[in-house]
Structure formats: C-alpha cells, structure tokens
C-alpha cells in the first residue's frame, strides 16, 4: 500500500457542527501533515507531527484541533467554523521524521470542506 | 519569513514544445526543493525533486536544475503533452521552528498544452 486515503471526501458542515477528517497511511512513515488549500492557491501547512508527537502548529485557530492516535492515522477535529475555513484539506505523509531538513512528502486525496 | 518566488503564473505552449518554470527562494540553508503536479480537483502529485548537492536531475522529459550560488531552481519539460496541463508547484525546505523542517510552496503556474 502506497497510497494516503483520507475520509471523507466531500463534508458539509454548519458553523455548530462537530465533525472531524481522518487520514491514514500504511507506509510506515514517520511524518504527517495537514494542509488547508483554497482554490487556485499553493497548499497552506497547518500540522506537523513527527514520531506522533506535534512537532509544527503554523498558529492555526483552536477550532482546528489535530490528534495523531497512532502512527498510522491522523486526525483533525473541526469545532464553530466559519465559511471563510471552507477549502480542500489534505494530508500529507513523509518517510521521514520533520527534523530531516531533504525529505519528500506524498499527499492524500483532500477533503473538500464547505462551511455554511 | 522564508519565501519562494515563482514564474510564470500561467504558461501555454503547443503540443511538443518546451516548457520552463523558475523559482528563486530566499533561505541559504535551503537543501531540498521538489516540484508538485496537481491536476483541477486532484492530489499534488510529487514529479521531481533535487537535493543540493547535484545541480540537475532528468526523469524522461522532466528535468529539474539548481543554481545553489543564486538561489534558484526550474523545471523543464520537454516535447509536452496535453495530458501535462496543470498547476505545478515548486517548493523549498526550511526550518519551521525548532530543528524541524517544512516545505514552503511557489504560488504555482498554470500549464496550459494546447493540441
């Protein structure tokens, strides 16, 4: 398996809504990474995780809230958007940890996200 | 803060014509700088990427060149297909606090194969 699949691939959701997007990868990579990308725009780093650990918050609003269970799967919980978060997330994985300064990231589907 | 500058922001060729891409960035310590293809409501897809120790890198009609001493790096792509029409992105690694890594993104160009 090569692939990072991320669920769900399409979310509606209303500024009170509670939802969460899960990512998984099953290449035993050591890195993880959300990404919020906004149409006709280069992906924005949100999360980095490193050997399960948060190793990088780019100061990202507390209504976004990651968690890395385990080295497989990363999450990342959605609490009181605002229609201006709606974008595509993706996630990201790299074989190696984030203190590796050359290391090559692969990116999973995306999880279009629209806030109403 | 680190930045990568890229260009053009749209680029159209004709079929089996050459296409070049640059980017210039701005962190010396930079050491990894790979190029992203991402196609309309797709994944970016890694295509190529160099470390700064070689200063080109061919992968069949992709190529990717550095010149660490001015801080830039471009992509080639040579007898183009339509099936290569998307954004592309360039990227450099630098620090993101403490002794972690991230990449850092061009604001991309848009590839356009015309048949």
């Known amino acids: 398996d090569t692939e990072v699949t991320q669920t769900p691939k399409h979310l509606v959701m209303g500024m009170t809504n509670k939802k969460s997007l899960k990512c998984e990868q099953h290449?035993?990579?050591?890195?993880m990474y959300w990404y919020k990308q906004k149409a006709k725009k280069p992906p924005e780093l949100m999360f980095v995780?490193?050997?399960?650990?948060?190793?990088i918050n780019e100061s990202v609003p507390s209504r976004f809230s990651p968690e890395c269970p385990n080295s497989s799967l990363l999450n990342l919980h959605l609490h009181a958007l605002q229609p201006e978060d709606s974008a595509l997330y993706l996630c990201?994985?790299?074989?190696?940890?984030?203190?590796?300064?050359?290391?090559?990231?692969?990116f999973g589907p995306g999880t279009r996200l629209t806030v109403t | 803060g680190e930045n990568v500058e890229q260009h053009p922001s749209t680029l159209s060729v004709q079929e089996g014509d050459s296409a070049v891409i640059k980017c210039t960035y701005s962190?010396?310590?930079?050491?990894?700088f790979p190029w992203y293809k991402q196609e309309l409501g797709k994944r970016p897809q890694l295509i190529i990427d160099?470390?700064?120790?070689?200063g080109e890198k061919k992968d069949q009609r992709i190529a990717v060149t550095l010149n660490k001493t001015a801080k830039h790096f471009s992509l080639h792509i040579t007898e183009t297909q339509p099936e290569d029409s998307a954004v592309y992105f360039c990227?450099?690694?630098?620090?993101?606090?403490?002794?972690?890594?991230?990449?850092?993104f061009g604001k991309g160009t848009l590839l356009t194969v015309n048949p």
């Open positions: 990201a994985s790299s074989p190696f940890p984030s203190g590796r300064p050359s290391y090559e990231q692969y």
């Open positions: 160099i470390r700064s120790n070689v």
């Open positions: 962190d010396s310590a930079s050491n990894y």
């Open positions: 990227a450099a690694s630098v620090r993101g606090g403490g002794s972690n890594y991230k990449l850092t």
């Open positions: 995780y490193s050997y399960e650990k948060l190793s």
């Open positions: 290449m035993g990579h050591r890195a």
